[in-house]
């Protein structure tokens, strides 16, 4: 809209330039005539010449003024329907277009809150079970199932006996060491650790919560 105007703006301006180009033509050529007239050493036929010329620019003045009338009495109808009716239009339609997104965005804020509000019971009924299931849990019965479950099963061992050297059958008494503290040279790697080889019963203390199935059905 804004480019239909500027053009017939544009055309306005061209046909009023025509006008002045002509209106002045007219003016020279009446002036012409006038010195034609009263120059006494001019012909007749001269002076008829002069006349006629005249009245061409006169007539091409009018005209132009005529186009110019009618261009200017169109700009300014246009420019009035521009301003006084297509654009408050416009405008009026994105109104109405923004105040619809206004209207969604509330609606949608709204229809957020009721989702909210009918998931509240399914997450408090979660809630309430992740306390009832929290609430059994026995610190104490968790650990025995642990210790029950990976416990070694020997016996503490004895005491070391004294080596009386000074026996007179000269019968030393070598101490007897727990089987269970006996280890291999193969169980022992480079680095002086127990080798898992060796152990590998034990290495679910440090991992109480594999997936081993008799601890899982123990626990859980």
Do not use: W
Request: net charge neutral; hydrophobic share 35%.
């Amino acid at each position: 809209m804004m480019t239909q105007l500027s053009s017939q703006i544009a055309n306005l301006e061209r046909s009023r330039k025509n006008y002045e180009k002509a209106s002045k033509e007219a003016d020279r050529a009446t002036d012409s005539f006038k010195r034609a007239d009263a120059d006494l050493n001019l012909s007749r036929a001269e002076v008829e010449k002069q006349k006629m010329n005249m009245t061409i620019k006169q007539q091409q003045c009018e005209d132009a003024k005529n186009e110019y009338a009618n261009q200017l009495q169109r700009t300014n109808e246009q420019q009035r329907q521009h301003y006084q009716h297509l654009m408050p239009e416009i405008f009026r339609q994105l109104q109405e277009l923004d105040e619809k997104r206004i209207r969604n965005i509330r609606n949608f804020m709204v229809q957020s809150v009721e989702v909210e509000r009918n998931v509240f019971p399914i997450i408090n009924q979660c809630l309430d079970g992740i306390v009832v299931a929290a609430k059994q849990i026995n610190e104490k019965e968790d650990t025995l199932l642990v210790i029950e479950r990976y416990k070694s099963g020997f016996d503490p061992p004895a005491d070391f006996p004294f080596d009386d050297l000074s026996r007179p059958d000269g019968v030393h008494h070598t101490p007897t060491i727990h089987p269970a503290l006996v280890l291999k040279p193969e169980a022992v790697t480079v680095k002086g650790t127990m080798s898992s080889a060796k152990f590998k019963k034990r290495v679910g203390i440090f991992g109480i919560f594999s997936s081993n199935k008799v601890l899982s059905e123990n626990l859980f």
